[in-house]
């Protein structure tokens, strides 16, 4: 018992203030855009955007029915995100505990992660992209576990740990494709680790067989529940075969990636700026600390600094939104490379100590003369600087106040008139469609997003409006500028919420000069 608590409670007691941290910033309900599309899909076991996120979308809906006593379904999902920083950090103690044999310079790891503004902000409303963390903090450690076990540094049999891993990466690509860029240094690790693995063909079938198994079994969940057990909320057509490629590949997104080997200096500073952002007066130790990760950790400074270069490059090229979020593996990975060159520098300055007084060399002497020259120094490494940023960095990630989402709703469903039709984009249709099919208000409006009019093939805009107008009261929100004068100049509007289509507008009838 007393060895498990020893084991157990760092990164139990880091998962608790991650979680606390999350908590104190979190949104506290519904939100625009993404972020309200996955607060309905995990309660309703719905179908979301490319690439589907069946994962999430399965331990969302596990969440929401164990979360009910919390609150609403969207605040149980923003939850949901903030478990899973809590794990994040928690697996991170322990990845870095294995890694440098300490355990404070892994609690100053969890504790550095889950405070950087990337993940804390990550945390704090529903996002996919929190359990990718989760997925890439405990595949490293699996890697790590299985690396210690096949070369005989840990008792017990290694194989299992690579097993787990192939699910773990199975699980990981169900709930994200960026696990993908993760497939070549994972390989590479493995070969290094283990050379002659093709060799043990059990082992290497074991790992396809758990891989590929559970890939399958999660993405099943696309076309279920867009077909013979439809769900209240679908993306797309993943029930047929060309739909189901169409969001599991993410077609539509192919285009964002631009220039991959373009403007590589612009790429490197604004690098370099992100790291500032994330990292502050850390940020210049990151390539010493991985200077000092190949030094000591060899194997894993390969499977981290191929992984960080090929997401990193990936991201810097894709240009799609809040892409920050795709820099949390390469985060994550930092940490363990900082809590690396802690520990280097504790034995240098242990070596120095040494050299200077003649004294036993630092490794002979009491634990307790050793662990307080590593809390001093760790601390003032790693975690001094993360402090005294907690302020602003919490001034940035808070969400408390962040209700206008749930204020717009509540107003739009209160002034369209029964029956309605709201031609909307997907910023606005994500928050109508929670309220609607999560909440079972105003099952009488007819949302009609731009993926619902491809899907549905009802044409363009105006021709959307065209059907309705006159049989039933039409309201539109655009985006486009260009749609928004298109709108004024077709269609007498009377705006609702605003000067323009911009925001809700209703559409009273055609122009007598329009086209």
């Not at 490293?140 to 076990?149: I, S």
């Not at 169409?246 to 490197?268: H, M, S, T, W």
Request: glycine letters at 8%; charged letters at 15%; aromatic letters at 8%.
């Amino acid at each position: 018992m007393v060895s498990l608590i020893r084991s157990a409670g760092p990164p139990l007691v880091v998962a608790i203030l991650a979680l606390i941290a999350a908590r104190a910033a979190m949104l506290p309900g519904i939100a625009f855009w993404d972020t309200a599309e996955l607060q309905a899909v995990g309660p309703l076991m719905g179908t979301a955007h490319p690439a589907g996120f069946p994962t999430y979308v399965l331990l969302g809906w596990f969440a929401s029915v164990v979360l009910q006593p919390f609150g609403e379904p969207a605040l149980r999902m923003n939850l949901f995100a903030g478990l899973c920083l809590a794990v994040a950090a928690g697996i991170t103690v322990d990845l870095v505990r294995a890694l440098t044999r300490s355990v404070l310079l892994g609690v100053l790891a969890g504790i550095g992660l889950a405070l950087t503004p990337v993940a804390w902000s990550i945390g704090t409303h529903a996002e996919a992209h929190a359990l990718h963390l989760v997925f890439v903090a405990l595949l490293l450690r699996l890697l790590v576990g299985w690396e210690a076990r096949f070369r005989g540094e840990l008792p017990g049999p290694a194989d299992r740990y690579l097993v787990a891993a192939a699910i773990v990466f199975g699980l990981s690509v169900g709930n994200h494709s960026l696990t993908l860029l993760l497939v070549l240094p994972v390989v590479a690790f493995v070969r290094i680790v283990h050379p002659d693995i093709w060799a043990d063909r059990r082992l290497v079938s074991l790992c396809i067989a758990g891989f590929v198994a559970t890939v399958v079994l999660v993405y099943l969940e696309l076309p279920l529940r867009a077909g013979p057990f439809r769900a209240a909320l679908v993306y797309g057509r993943p029930e047929t075969w060309d739909g189901f490629w169409y969001v599991v590949l993410g077609e539509q997104f192919r285009a964002n990636v631009v220039n991959p080997i373009g403007d590589l200096p612009g790429k490197i500073g604004a690098l370099v700026d992100r790291s500032v952002v994330q990292f502050g007066a850390l940020a210049p130790l990151l390539p010493v600390a991985f200077a000092a990760t190949v030094a000591r950790q060899r194997r894993y400074a390969v499977l981290t600094g191929l992984a960080v270069a090929i997401t990193v490059f990936f991201a810097a090229s894709y240009q799609n939104a809040d892409i920050e979020r795709y820099y949390l593996g390469p985060v994550l990975m930092a940490w363990t490379w900082l809590a690396i060159l802690g520990a280097a520098a504790v034995d240098a300055v242990g070596r120095a100590i040494d050299s200077l007084t003649g004294r036993p060399p630092l490794a002979r002497r009491s634990p307790l003369n050793r662990n307080a020259l590593l809390a001093v120094v760790a601390v003032v490494l790693l975690l001094g600087q993360t402090l005294l940023a907690i302020p602003a960095r919490y001034d940035a990630v808070d969400e408390r106040d962040d209700d206008a989402a749930a204020l717009w709703v509540d107003r739009a469903l209160r002034v369209m008139d029964p029956d309605a039709v709201i031609v909307s984009w997907w910023s606005y249709s994500t928050p109508l469609w929670y309220a609607q099919r999560v909440e079972g208000r105003r099952p009488d409006l007819v949302i009609i997003d731009d993926r619902t009019r491809l899907d549905e093939g009802l044409g363009d805009i105006t021709d959307v409006i065209d059907a309705h107008l006159g049989r039933t009261p039409v309201y539109v929100i655009r985006d486009d500028p260009l749609e928004v004068a298109m709108l004024a100049e077709r269609y007498q509007l009377t705006p609702i919420d605003g000067l323009d289509a911009h925001s809700l507008t209703e559409v009273i009838g055609r122009r007598a000069t329009g086209s």
